[in-house]
């Protein structure tokens, strides 16, 4: 939707008003600057939050778009609250340092400082703690919404594993890892997880192994080498895919017998989160054989 600036700075204008609590009729143009990215982040929310099908010409004018989009901004923010707050009752950082930092020192800064109003577009943190697939490309509360769902749904993942064999899994990766790791460490554990699988369909579908296991043998990465030889890199993100999807479906029903119920299960539904890793997965174990090294990409070793 292209905006009408006749129509967005009234809206500026009582930000500005607002602002300087009515005690100038002026603000400095970087402040001006501001308030319009204000204005224009709260419109885009407020467009949003009628859905994509909407045409242009049925949607309400900026000013009404503006009072949704900053009611949509606060209800996100006070969403993003209370997803953290659940977050904290069992968070498990692994040792790591990095996803700590993020988690509980940066993260309560976000809730403290956030300001909806003048800087709806400033979500005030780096979080360099990188979701699995990546941060999603977006801003202020609506980021930190999405992320700390993302964040949720690691973390029930993660608990389905032994946070021993977790941290062993790490160590491998670095002996330091929990102050030099700078990655997810869910792409850790899913790629090991979902090579377990591979190992074992190299196996003749024989399952040697619990399903919520992490250890890799020499001989495990043999048989995934054998595998995989000779496919394209489609043919093995394919085959990664139905691992991935192996391994979330075992983590759901364990999720599910544990709880008895199965609508609060949480990871319910949300298989193409994880499926996204499938091709960055494939990429690395085609190169791996291509270069004779898929015992580095596993950390095991030959």
């Not at 949003?48 to 989009?69: K, R, S, T």
């Amino acid at each position: 939707m292209e905006y009408r600036i006749e129509k967005v700075l009234p809206i500026v204008e009582r930000l500005a008003d607002r602002y300087t609590a009515r005690e100038s009729s002026s603000v400095a143009y970087k402040t001006a600057g501001m308030l319009m990215e204000a204005a224009l982040y709260c419109i885009k929310e407020g467009e949003g939050a009628f859905g994509n099908g909407v045409m242009a010409a049925q949607l309400p004018d900026e000013n009404m778009l503006y009072e949704q989009g900053l009611r949509q901004g606060m209800e996100n923010v006070y969403e993003a609250k209370g997803i953290y707050e659940k977050l904290l009752l069992s968070f498990e950082d692994y040792g790591c340092i990095h996803y700590r930092d993020t988690i509980l020192k940066g993260m309560p800064e976000f809730f403290v400082r956030y300001d909806p109003v003048f800087t709806p577009m400033d979500h005030l943190l780096t979080l360099d703690y990188p979701l699995l697939c990546g941060n999603p490309p977006l801003n202020g509360a609506r980021l930190i919404l999405e992320y700390l769902r993302g964040i949720t749904l690691e973390a029930d993942f993660l608990e389905f594993f032994d946070p021993g064999e977790i941290c062993g899994l790490l160590m491998g990766i670095s002996p330091e890892y929990e102050e030099l790791y700078p990655g997810n460490i869910c792409e850790q554990v899913l790629l090991a997880a979902s090579a377990g699988v591979i190992a074992d369909m190299a196996a003749e579908g024989r399952r040697g192994r619990r399903e919520n296991t992490l250890e890799l043998t020499a001989e495990d990465v043999h048989r995934i080498g054998l595998f995989f030889r000779g496919k394209s890199g489609e043919e093995i993100r394919l085959d990664m895919e139905k691992a991935v999807s192996r391994v979330i479906e075992a983590t759901i029903g364990a999720v599910m017998a544990a709880s008895g119920d199965n609508v609060s299960c949480r990871l319910r539904g949300v298989q193409t989160y994880f499926l996204r890793a499938a091709g960055a997965y494939s990429t690395v174990i085609w190169n791996g054989i291509r270069q004779d090294c898929l015992e580095v990409v596993f950390c095991v070793e030959g």
